[in-house]
């Protein structure tokens, strides 16, 4: 059996059982945190891990989530990161990653406000030509604020409507800075098959995520004690290119869970390259379309489309709401857009170094 098929088969089983891993898992759901539903392209919202741990030296995503648009005050979610790897060489067998991520959520007739900055570390170690592994920790601002007086209380009922003009005797809320803290892990094992005009990859990639390790106390006012919950994040993502052919199916599987809140999410892309690339060679950079479809467990149906061309890509998606609250938002779950610049491995081939 040749070195190729030995492999092939590794990389099944492995997908197999960790697949059934993860749909063992609790399938109940809820949210608390800010969420994508464009997973590979928020790398450092599932660990912090994933900082550095690409093909590439320097890699950014922009992105941009507008959620339940039906109603008056919807979710409105960006996010931009940077990170790239540091002393990467080809006899190096450990290196460094380095990832700054930038979230910004407003919602609410208050335009709550939530901020969060955080500087990503990792530390990456070859186990050999197809394993790598890598622990990360994060760490920076959690910060909140918002237009208050925007609120109406139960206090200003007048005995027909809301009136602004009474007083609430609400105590006034106030805005607030605090630290934020997270670990992360990951394991990748890669197989990649090179030809004089292709390459074919096979890569698989476990991760976990631990975030607001620190429960930053909500202050949002005197005598304030609640405590932002830790989030767990574990994730499979893949990248499966079908030797020989022009399709690449990228199944993804995550579980996310905070305090009682639990979310199941999982689906693939599959892509069709326009243009096949050499990563290997870095002769042909990729230009590829894809479609996508996954499921957030009772909540909603998202569809993607996606283009990469050389360097860039940008993604498209939509979320069907199908939980009960699609009778207030009409079914309308929320509109994403993506936007990432990878600097790929044909920049690092003409510099002679390695990016695994």
């Known amino acids: 059996m040749s ?9 099944k089983i492995l997908a197999l059982v960790s697949v059934c891993c993860f749909m063992g898992m609790p399938t109940s759901l809820n949210a608390q945190d800010i969420h994508f539903s464009q997973v590979f392209e928020t790398p450092l919202l599932l660990s912090p891990a994933n900082a550095g741990f690409f093909n590439g030296y320097v890699r950014s995503n922009i992105n941009y989530r507008n959620q339940w648009p039906a109603m008056n005050n919807t979710f409105k979610t960006m996010a931009l990161s940077v990170d790239g790897g540091l002393f990467k060489t080809r006899t190096r067998p450990a290196f460094m990653g380095l990832g700054l991520q930038i979230t910004n959520d407003k919602a609410g ?15 990456l170690l070859k186990i050999n030509r197809h394993s790598v592994a890598s622990v990360g920790i994060a760490g920076g601002t959690w910060a909140m604020n918002g237009d208050y007086n925007n ?17 609430s005797g609400e105590i006034p809320y106030r805005q607030f800075t605090t ?6 892990a990951a394991y990748e094992y890669s197989f990649l098959s090179t030809d004089q005009d292709h390459d074919d990859e096979i890569s698989i990639r476990l991760a976990y995520g631990g975030f607001h390790l620190n429960r930053p106390v909500q202050d949002f006012g005197v005598g304030s004690s609640y405590e932002m919950p830790v989030k767990h994040v574990m994730s499979l993502t893949s990248v499966l290119d079908i030797i020989d052919t022009r399709f690449t199916a990228m199944p993804a599987i995550i579980f996310q869970k905070q305090n009682n809140f639990q979310s199941l999410y999982f689906g693939s892309i ?6 096949t690339g050499t990563k290997f060679t870095g002769g042909r950079t990729q230009n590829a379309f894809g479609l996508g479809l996954f499921y957030r467990n009772r909540d909603a149906f998202v569809a993607k489309a996606t283009f990469d061309f050389g ?8 979320d069907l709401n199908v939980s009960s609250y699609r009778v207030a938002s009409n079914g309308l779950g929320g509109m994403e857009f993506s936007l990432r610049y990878n600097m790929l491995a044909n920049s690092l081939f003409a510099a002679r170094k390695e990016y695994k």
Do not use: E, M, W
Not at 111 to 123: A, D, F, P, R
Not at 154 to 166: E, K, M, R, V
């Open 109 to 123: 007739a208050a335009n709550l406000s939530t901020t969060n900055i955080l500087l990503h570390l990792n530390g």
């Open 179 to 184: 630290v934020d803290l997270s670990v992360g």
């Open 3 to 11: 070195f190729k098929i030995i492999n092939t088969l590794k990389i």
């Open 311 to 318: 360097n860039y890509s940008c993604g498209l998606s939509y």
């Open 151 to 167: 609120l109406l209380y139960a206090s200003q009922f007048n005995g027909n409507y809301l009136d602004p003009n009474l007083i």
């Open 270 to 275: 599959l892509k069709y390259r326009l243009r």
